[in-house]
């Protein structure tokens, strides 16, 4: 994984497991070892999920650079479907505070979403190689050009 995607992917989880960890403290408050469950439950989730998802971005992009963009909307949309089929598989559940659960994923997950934007802005990623060597023969030529 390249150095500007670790960084991201950094920039995002340390955020998320913070809030985790807040969620976690205030779901226990409010609704005892099973809201602490249900938090904990989330925040892994939304945590494995995304970073998985940067993972398999970085797969996908690194031979093809180019498909960056319809990469990185199929990634997000299979994240977004695997959590809505979990949410639908533990609609039910009495194991843990389903509350907790979703309010601790929905937070988790735009905490994600926004620091993993952040990063994105801030990582200085080239627009073209600069190592590439220049060609005299590849410049557009000034003649004709009015002034």
Partial sequence: MPSNDARILRGAAIPTAVAGIIAMVISFAVAGGKGLLGALFGTLLV??????????????????PHIMMAAALLVYTTQILLVGIVLAVFKNTELFNRQAFAFTLLGC???WTGFQVRGALKAKTFYVNPDASENKADKPSDKGRQQ
């Fill in 47 to 64: 945590m494995a999920f995304f970073s998985s998802g940067q993972v398999a971005l970085d797969r996908l992009t690194r031979s093809n």
């Fill in 109 to 111: 997950a735009l905490i």
